[in-house]
C-alpha cells in the first residue's frame, strides 16, 4: 500500500521536468525509472533528475516550490558539501553570505525595483532578459544590472519614495554582502545556490505580507 501511495507525489514531482505547453506531457521513462528505484531503496536520485529540472528553468526562467523542492531534495540526498546544505533551508536563509545565492536574492531585489518603478507593467524586464546570464556568467552581467538598477531605482525614488528606500538599502545590504567577485562563470552548484536564492527572495516578501 505505501508504494501505491508514494506513486502519486512521485508523478507531481516529475511533472516539473516537462514543458507542459508541449504535446507529449510524460516526464522520460529512464529518468522516472532510475528515480522510483531512488525513493523505493534510498539510494543517490539520479542526475538526470537534476538535469531535466535546471533545463526547465532555463527555458521557463520559471522556479515553481516543486522544482526548487527537487533540487533541494536532490542535494540533500546527494551532496555533503556544508555550503550548500546552508543555503538548502526551506525559506530564506538571511545570514548566508554564499556568493551565488546572494546574487540570486539580488536580482530578484533589482527585478521588484524594475517593476515598482513601472507600476508592475512591463513588456520586458530583466529577468526576460538576464536571468539565464546572470545565473550562469554573473561577473559580465551584473555591472550592467546595477547600472540599469539605478536608473530604475532613481524613478522609483521620485515616484514612490518610501517603496524605493526600503528597496535600496536592501539592494545595499545585498551588495555589501559580496565579498568575493561573482563567478565569471558559474558550476552547476553555483547556479543552483543562484535559483535557490532568487526562489527564497521571491518567497520571502509573501510569507512577510502574510503575517503582517
Known sequence: IGSRYAVTPLWAMLRETVNMKSTDKSPSPVMTGATARAIFTGSDYPASLLEATMLRIRAEREITPGRAAIIKAYYLK???????????TVSLNEHSTNVPYTLGRLFRVM?????????????LG???SYFNSAASTPLSVFGKLFALSNYH?????R?????GKKLGDLESELA???TSPPP????????VCFYLGYYHQCNHKKEEEKNV
Do not use: H
Not at 546527494?78 to 538548502?88: A, F, G, R
Not at 531605482?153 to 525614488?157: G, H, N, R, V
Open 153 to 157: 531605482l532613481k524613478k522609483l525614488m
Open 159 to 163: 515616484d514612490k519614495p518610501g517603496l
Open 111 to 123: 527585478e521588484e525595483i524594475q517593476l515598482a518603478s513601472t507600476g508592475w507593467n512591463v513588456n
Open 78 to 88: 546527494n551532496s555533503n558539501d556544508s555550503k550548500l546544505k546552508e543555503v538548502m
Open 184 to 191: 565569471a562563470r558559474s558550476t552547476q552548484e553555483e547556479v
Open 176 to 178: 555589501a554582502k559580496l
Open 126 to 128: 530583466i529577468k526576460d
